[in-house]
């Protein structure tokens, strides 16, 4: 539902897409702007995401603090430029102590990055498969087979470049509409419609993941395919891996072919360009639509949504560090 500005879900996510004030009233949280203003109660928040300039104080930062809300910060062009998250109560010295382990243990590290590698390329074949891509998806299925038998994760990671490669190639091939044209991958700064849906989409599934991750007790700095860095996280890289093809790039194909976004949900500025306020309110509304949808989970006896599979991620890593069970990443099964 979209409200004065505020995109809100079931899920409890908000997206502040307007400009506007946040602020603590009582024990809720007050959004103000010209054409109105709204409160919600923190009970029925998870995170805020703030895309538009949004002032706010100390207050709420303490406010959000104590509830252990999460805030992330996107920038004008819808870039992810930074987080405000509560001091972690949910902390484990042994945890971490087999985390870094595993991580400072070449095959340790080597056998958990393989399995980040197999189930994000299992999941790119699938996806070509579902979109009837089927001799990429029997290439894919060869190069997944190759990556096996790697034995570095400098290998792994080039690898794994190569499969993103290939299965970039087929996005014209399964997007229906010749106004969406893809060529190749372009991140810094994306230079068509497609990178600039797959840059905004991929930074809001690193959030999602990290928010998931600091439920649990595992460290977000401690990664094993992507190289642990002094200034971010690195953990929720490796995790969001996985779900890109199944979560962010199923969304992009839906819009696109569906018609929903369009050209004109675009600024283009030279070689740069950006989703402008219309288009980041139908890619966010879609977006926490997918994370919403539920399926029935491996060995569970239930249905899941699609944002509780990040955590079970997380339960897994945690299975495995802490009772030595061999780690299984999610691999779509349709």
């Known amino acids: 539902m979209l409200v004065q500005g505020l995109l809100l879900d079931t899920m409890r996510n908000i997206y502040i897409t307007s400009a506007g004030t946040l602020s603590r009233k009582d024990n809720s949280l007050l959004f103000e702007q010209e054409e109105g203003k709204r409160t919600l109660p923190v009970k029925d928040i998870d995170s805020v995401y703030i895309l538009s300039e949004v002032t706010l104080n100390t207050r709420l930062l303490n406010f959000l603090a104590k509830m252990e809300i999460p805030a992330y910060l996107f920038n004008y062009y819808g870039f992810y430029s930074g987080a405000f998250h509560p001091r972690r109560k949910k902390i484990s010295g042994k945890l971490l102590v087999e985390q870094v382990n595993h991580y400072t243990d070449e095959e340790k590290r080597v056998t958990i990055a393989k399995e980040f590698v197999s189930a994000s390329m299992h999941n790119m074949r699938k996806t070509l498969m579902q979109y009837e891509q089927d001799g990429a998806a029997e290439r894919m299925g060869k ?6 038998a790697l034995k570095t994760v400098q290998r792994l990671l ?3 470049a190569e499969a993103k490669e290939r299965y970039y190639r087929e996005f014209n091939n399964i997007i229906k509409d010749e106004e969406f044209v893809f060529d190749r991958r372009v ?16 930074s809001l599934l690193y959030t999602t993941v990290l928010s998931e991750i600091l439920k649990t007790q595992l460290d977000p700095t401690v990664a094993y395919l992507h190289e642990p860095f002094e200034r971010r996280y690195s953990l929720n890289l490796d995790i969001a891996d996985i779900f890109k093809p199944l979560i962010v790039d199923r969304v992009i194909f839906s819009l696109i072919n569906r018609k929903q976004i369009r050209p ?8 740069f360009c950006h989703l402008n306020k219309e288009g980041r309110k139908v890619f966010l509304k879609e977006y ?5 949808a539920t399926l029935r989970y491996p060995g569970l006896n239930r249905k899941v949504s699609y944002r509780y599979m990040l955590r079970l991620e997380c339960y897994k890593l945690i299975k495995l560090f802490m009772e030595r069970k061999p780690y299984k990443a999610f691999r779509i099964y349709w």
């Open 158 to 160: 080039l690898k794994e």
């Open 143 to 148: 190069l997944i087979e190759e990556a096996s």
């Open 264 to 271: 004109e949900h675009f600024d283009k500025e030279l070689n």
């Open 288 to 292: 926490d639509n997918k994370l919403k």
């Open 187 to 202: 991140k810094q700064p994306p230079d068509n419609h497609i990178n600039t849906l797959l840059s905004f989409g991929n």
